[in-house]
Nanobody, 130 residues
């Protein structure tokens, strides 16, 4: 059963840091595009960063570039999002997502929209106070 479980959210002051984790139960013989998305109240789901498990460059949204880092630990089947210099506007529910459809490759994984991902975690809340 494919499953994604996020953890690591919480409340921090502006300028602080958090590390989100996404424990993935996926088919190890397949390559996936895995990404982090966020959704603030009243807003759409925004792509934050993504990585193709088959290799290639990572994608990081301009809004978080230089502050957020996406990484993966294949041995632990875990995806991470390290968030530094957090701002109040980073407050949102953060979701881990994955997809392995026939169109998925390293190029497709660069900024693919939320609607194209078929596997989602339950989300973890991040709140940044000023």
């Amino acid at each position: 059963q494919v499953q994604l479980v996020e953890s690591g959210g919480g409340s921090v002051q502006a300028g602080g840091s958090l590390m989100l984790s996404c424990a993935a139960s996926l088919y190890t013989y397949r390559s996936y595009c895995m990404g982090w998305f966020r959704q603030a109240p009243g807003k759409g789901r925004e792509g934050v960063a993504s990585i193709y498990t088959g290799g290639g460059p990572v994608y990081v949204a301009d809004s978080v570039k230089g502050r957020f880092t996406i990484s993966q630990d294949n041995a632990k089947n875990t995806l991470y999002l390290k968030m530094n210099s957090l701002k109040p506007e980073d407050s949102a529910m953060y979701y881990c997502a994955a997809d392995d459809g026939p169109r998925v490759n390293g190029f497709w994984c660069q900024g693919a929209p939320a609607a194209d991902f078929g596997i989602w975690g339950q989300g973890t809340q991040v709140t940044v106070s000023s």
